[in-house]
């Protein structure tokens, strides 16, 4: 996973002034970001945001945010410019309405999302059985995150809609384990399966790549 990232990042550094990646946090990435920090790449030139948030304060050791700054804003990449979150003594809500308008008035593609999976198929802090999760997941959101609703604590998050999940240049969905892995056949072989997953396995508007370790 880590060579098929610093090839596709070494073709967009190429040829762009600046390259917008998107990381997913969480426990499963963290190796990840340490591989990628220490890439020898322009990473000056590169924008980085989070997929989504666990809207805690960031010492609380649940924060991705605090994960990706430890991790990945180090080495080669620790000049790279990680896009922050709002304060957060704001509520989940109004951080959000503050972060797209924000980002609203610098519309932009992704050149790279990295999503994970939960045991239950969520992504990007889209839940099941979520109100505002399935919003995002219908398309009927347009701003870039909207304010979900986690099914175990912290149950405020900040998740990213699918419009811009899908319009990103390149989405890799990365996840370990065997539960997890059944999880995402289930979704696969079912066209009309309810589960978030599968918004991001039966599409082709952003090319998808599936790596898995159990």
């Given at each position: 996973l880590t060579r098929h990232l610093e090839s596709n990042l070494k073709k967009w550094f190429e040829s762009q002034p600046v390259v917008r990646i998107a990381f997913s946090g969480g426990r499963t990435p963290r190796p990840l970001m340490e591989a990628l920090s220490n890439l020898d790449l322009p990473w000056h030139r590169a924008e980085v945001?989070?997929?989504d948030e666990r809207w805690v304060p960031l010492e609380s050791g649940q924060s991705n945010?605090?994960?990706i700054?430890?991790?990945f804003l180090q080495n080669y990449a620790k000049n790279a410019t990680l896009v922050l979150?709002?304060?957060r003594d704001m509520t989940c809500q109004r951080a959000i309405e503050t972060h797209n308008h924000l980002l609203e008035k610098r519309p932009f593609r992704f050149d790279l999302i990295l999503l994970g999976m939960?045991?239950?198929g969520h992504i990007a802090s889209l839940f099941p059985a979520d109100g505002a999760s399935s919003d995002a997941l219908e398309g009927s959101v347009d701003a870039m995150y909207c304010a979900t609703e986690a099914p175990t604590f912290p149950h405020r998050r900040f998740g990213m809609s699918l419009t811009p999940i899908l319009n990103s240049k390149a989405l890799i969905l990365f996840f370990t384990?065997?539960?997890k892995i059944q999880v995402f056949r289930k979704a696969q072989f079912d066209?009309?399966?309810p589960l978030p997953v599968a918004r991001v396995i039966h599409q082709n508007s952003s090319p998808l790549s599936l790596?898995?370790?159990?």
């Open positions: 945001h989070l997929v945010e605090a994960m700054r430890d991790t979150l709002p304060e939960g045991n239950d384990g065997e539960e066209n009309a399966s790596y898995w370790a159990p």
